[in-house]
């Protein structure tokens, strides 16, 4: 079966920039990571990472390119087949290109089709928009927490000792 994917550049503006792609559900995500560098017009030469997502975008595992881990205990995309981390249940990832950088794009599963004879996969389907220079800045934030926090405001008297049970008497 192929896979058509449309990724789309996380960016700022009000341009739209995104491809369209087509791979065999049986590639492996080194050769999704390949077909989006290129169709996005980078060399390719970068640290990049996919992580697994649900439906609200929240980052989930993380698939690289290479193990920097002390243990070597990465999961790599050139182990890791496409139809084994996307599918119609979980059908989204976020790709990350360049850690300098921070080249951001949503993947997500569009449809899943038969192989057409005469087409060489993966395939760049369809263009839309032109990459900036730069890559978009992303914005850090914490959650808004209240102002009022004290983190050393337990409502404990330290001094009762005969009311503390064991979680806070422990040592």
């Given at each position: 079966?192929?896979?058509?994917?449309?990724?789309?550049?996380?960016?700022?503006?009000?341009?739209?920039v995104f491809r369209d792609l087509e791979i065999r559900e049986t590639d492996t995500l080194e050769d999704l990571?390949?077909?989006?560098?290129?169709?996005?017009?980078?060399?390719?030469?970068?640290?990049?990472?996919?992580?697994?997502?649900?439906?609200?975008?929240?980052?989930?595992?993380?698939?690289?390119?290479?193990?920097?881990?002390?243990?070597?205990?990465?999961?790599?995309?050139?182990?890791?087949?496409?139809?084994?981390?996307?599918?119609?249940?979980?059908?989204?990832?976020?790709?990350?290109?360049?850690?300098?950088?921070?080249?951001?794009?949503?993947?997500?599963?569009?449809?899943?089709v038969e192989e057409s004879e005469g087409i060489t996969y993966p395939n760049v389907m369809f263009v839309k928009?032109?990459?900036?220079?730069?890559?978009?800045?992303?914005?850090?934030?914490?959650?808004?927490?209240?102002?009022?926090?004290?983190?050393?405001?337990?409502?404990?008297?330290?001094?009762?000792?005969?009311?503390?049970?064991?979680?806070?008497?422990?040592?």
């Amino acid at each position: 079966m192929i896979y058509r994917f449309r990724v789309i550049l996380d960016n700022d503006t009000e341009d739209d920039v995104f491809r369209d792609l087509e791979i065999r559900e049986t590639d492996t995500l080194e050769d999704l990571h390949n077909i989006i560098t290129q169709s996005f017009g980078f060399d390719g030469t970068e640290m990049a990472s996919f992580y697994v997502s649900d439906d609200t975008w929240e980052q989930g595992e993380e698939i690289s390119l290479f193990d920097l881990s002390d243990d070597n205990s990465a999961r790599l995309m050139s182990e890791t087949l496409i139809n084994d981390v996307v599918h119609e249940i979980s059908p989204k990832l976020i790709y990350v290109y360049d850690f300098f950088s921070m080249w951001t794009f949503f993947v997500e599963l569009a449809e899943i089709v038969e192989e057409s004879e005469g087409i060489t996969y993966p395939n760049v389907m369809f263009v839309k928009g032109q990459v900036p220079d730069d890559a978009p800045q992303k914005l850090f934030e914490a959650d808004d927490f209240d102002d009022d926090f004290d983190e050393f405001e337990d409502d404990l008297d330290i001094d009762d000792y005969e009311n503390l049970d064991f979680d806070e008497n422990w040592n």
